[in-house]
């Protein structure tokens, strides 16, 4: 796109007059003064009138931007200095007369395409009737308005000798109407060419070349050089603007600035600060040139600090929306480190700052106060976030210690507390990895250290629950080995068998990959022996209960009873008279292996007596010697030999 030259005064001049015959010719309302100048590469349109505003200012505003693309081809394009544009930026502005800030703002852009089609439609009608004019504007109001001189001012209205820009009259066929086509306004070439005469800087570099001559010239009249010097600074002094007569300037500039204010009081865009800065940096640049010996030079300073500050606003605005663009562009694609969160919540806080300068006075100052509650919450955002990756990372490191804790409590557990604080551990490193919340930088690593975790934890579980039982099992098996052997204390061998049964079962639930399964295997190492005794001496505490009973019922009638006693070597039996004889008696010669046996002369109670003897004998494997009631030796049965013998 080619971007749009600096257009001539004359043009502007004449696309202003163009546009104000237009809107007259069309009898729009309110009837509006049109001005244009160009600022910043763009095109401004001030629309004027009288008080009060209009109530849908956006139609008349789509109206002028309808006569804009009526008027601009009528300014001769190939000769103007719109000639090789392509496309012109334009804002139009509506506000009442004597009141400097706008109401109303349109931006659009005009194309030179837009043009061809006006020039050269497609429907394309005679000549003369493109340039038909509607009978009811056939008054002099139009060419009124378009007539210019030919230095570009405009002409008085009753001037027979003006040439008139528009053709107000054609004459309609048969007497009928003629509208106003879209190409009716054909403005000659001489409207937009520079005034023919010298201007104010021409004029001062002639005056300037000829005083240098004269000087030259007459070099040793000093004094007459000097009255000629002083002439010029004269002569410059009262070029300077605003020395003489009124001063244009400050109302120039305060229109500017009511463009800048109208811009700002919006809802503005980028486009729009950058318009609102040009138009402010215009009225600065028209007031400063005011020399301080002017009679506006006072009233020019205070209106120049007025824009001097409300610029400088802006370009806090400015500073402040680039700053937070640059934040905005840091949190892109999170997560992000906590040094970068820090640094984007100091990028809020700086363009904060930048809105907080902005005086209440200022124009921006509403824009600033509503962009500065965005930032504000931005600020608030991103500290939440400052936050969250602080928490994050101090719960994944403080996890990730624990975590190598409960790996050496593993590495060194000697006991079922050591495994029962590595599994406590295990279980306060993932607590703290589920700390971690989604979207922080360290959620990954935590969820991947996670599933390690999980898996210690299952382990060290496993490992502590074998040890609690081999613990509980070897507790149980302690305290049953007590309990048989305060039951054998008593003599109580059914008990002792009981608690023996119940020690050896307990240590053989030992687990054998476990701390006590050592110490299991030692405690079986004992008390399987001490249930076979217990056993033996059960077997032997029921045999002779049997056999005690047995001799009791035989010597029931006796005056001295039949006793048995039982000893580390060998079980007693006292009998009295009445057995002890005849059972020695009856006792054969020692056979060869020295056993005797017993005649068949025994009656039927001491053969009943011999024959408990010795199956009780065999059932606890021992020897049975039998004495009478005196203490006299009568026999022994040995199980091992199975028979009696005399010693």
């Known amino acids: ?68 693309a009526d008027v601009m081809p009528a300014l001769g394009l190939a000769d103007s200095a719109w000639a090789e544009v392509e496309s012109v930026p334009l804002r139009i502005y509506l506000r009442l007369a004597a009141v400097h800030q706008p109401y109303a703002m349109h931006t659009f852009t005009w194309r030179l395409d837009d043009a061809a089609k006006v020039v050269f439609p497609a429907d394309q009608t005679s000549a003369s009737g493109s340039l038909a004019l509607d009978q009811a504007a056939s008054d002099d ?38 509208s106003l086509s879209d190409a009716a306004l054909a403005l000659p070439s001489t409207a937009i060419q520079p005034p023919s005469s010298q201007s104010w800087p021409q004029q001062g570099r002639q005056l300037g ?3 240098l001559r ?78 301080n010996w002017s009679f506006h030079y006072p009233a020019a300073q205070v209106d120049l600090e007025r824009y001097q500050d409300s610029i400088i606003a802006l370009n806090a605005v400015v500073q402040a ?18 040094e970068r969160w820090v640094n984007v ?22 824009y600033a106060q509503k962009k500065r509650y965005e930032y504000r919450e931005n600020h608030s955002a991103i500290g939440r976030r400052v936050v969250a990756e602080e928490e994050a990372e101090a719960n994944f490191n403080t996890a990730i210690q624990t975590g190598q804790l ?56 496993n490992q502590a629950t074998l040890e609690e039982a081999s613990a509980r099992n070897y507790d149980q098996a302690v305290q049953a080995a007590r309990a048989a052997a305060a039951s054998e204390a008593k003599n109580q061998w059914g008990q002792a068998v009981s608690h023996w049964q119940q020690a050896v079962a307990s240590a053989q639930q030992i687990p054998s990959d476990t701390i006590l399964a050592a110490e299991g295997t030692r405690l079986l190492e004992t008390y399987q022996p001490a249930l076979t005794n217990a056993q033996n001496r059960l077997r032997t505490a029921v045999a002779l209960q049997g056999l005690t009973t047995k001799l009791g019922e035989m010597c029931a009638l006796d005056v001295t009873p039949c006793t048995v006693r039982e000893d580390p070597s060998q079980v007693q039996v006292v009998l ?28 039927p109670a001491v053969q009943q007596l011999i024959e408990q003897i010795i199956t009780f004998s065999h059932q606890v494997n021992r020897q049975v010697a039998i004495y009478d009631s005196r203490g006299g030796f009568v026999a022994r049965y040995r199980p091992d030999l199975g028979g009696f013998i005399k010693n």
């Not at 030259?5 to 509006?32: F, K, M, N």
């Not at 049109?34 to 109206?63: F, T, Y």
């Not at 605003?242 to 500017?256: K, L, M, P, Y």
Request: aromatic fraction near 8%.
């Open 345 to 366: 919540h100091l990028l809020w806080q700086q363009a904060i700052d930048r809105l907080e300068t902005i005086p209440a006075d200022s124009p921006v100052f509403d």
């Open 406 to 461: 409960a790996q050496q409590r593993m590495e060194t557990a000697n006991s079922l507390a050591g495994w029962q604080l590595a599994t406590k551990e295990w279980q306060a490193a993932i607590k703290g990895l589920s700390l971690v919340p989604q979207g922080t930088m360290a959620y990954a690593e935590a969820q991947a250290q996670l599933k390690v975790y999980q898996q210690q934890l299952m382990r060290s579980t």
């Open 141 to 178: 109001s139009a060419a009124n308005y378009l007539k210019f001189t030919e230095a570009g001012s405009e002409a008085e209205p009753t001037d027979p000798g003006a040439q008139p820009l528009l053709n107000a009259k054609s004459e309609s066929p048969k007497g009928e109407e003629s």
């Open 321 to 338: 929306q680039d700053i937070a663009a640059e934040a905005a562009n840091l949190s892109q694609n999170p997560p992000h480190p906590v």
């Open 576 to 603: 009295t008279s009445q057995y002890a004889e005849p059972l020695r008696q009856a006792i054969t010669p020692p056979a060869a292996d020295g056993t005797f046996a017993f005649t068949n002369e025994l009656n």
């Open 1 to 68: 796109m080619a971007i749009s030259p600096p257009p001539t005064y004359a043009s502007l001049e004449a696309l202003s007059q163009g546009l104000t015959a237009y809107l007259h010719i069309r009898d729009v309302e309110p009837e509006l003064e049109i001005s244009c100048v160009e600022h910043g590469g763009r095109l401004l349109i001030m629309a004027q009138h009288d008080a009060p505003e209009v109530s849908d200012p956006n139609v008349v505003l789509k109206l002028l931007e309808a006569a804009v």
């Open 214 to 291: 004269f000087m030259r010239y007459y070099w040793s009249y000093g004094v007459a050089a000097m009255i000629l010097l002083g002439s010029g600074l004269f002569a410059y002094a009262l070029t300077r603007p605003c020395v003489v007569g009124s001063c244009d300037r400050i109302d120039q500039a305060e229109e500017f600035y009511g463009l800048a204010q109208a811009t700002l009081l919006a809802n503005p865009s980028g486009e729009d600060l950058q318009a609102a800065q040009s138009d402010l940096q215009a009225a600065i640049d028209i007031v400063s040139p005011i020399p």
């Open 209 to 211: 070349e000829q005083m």
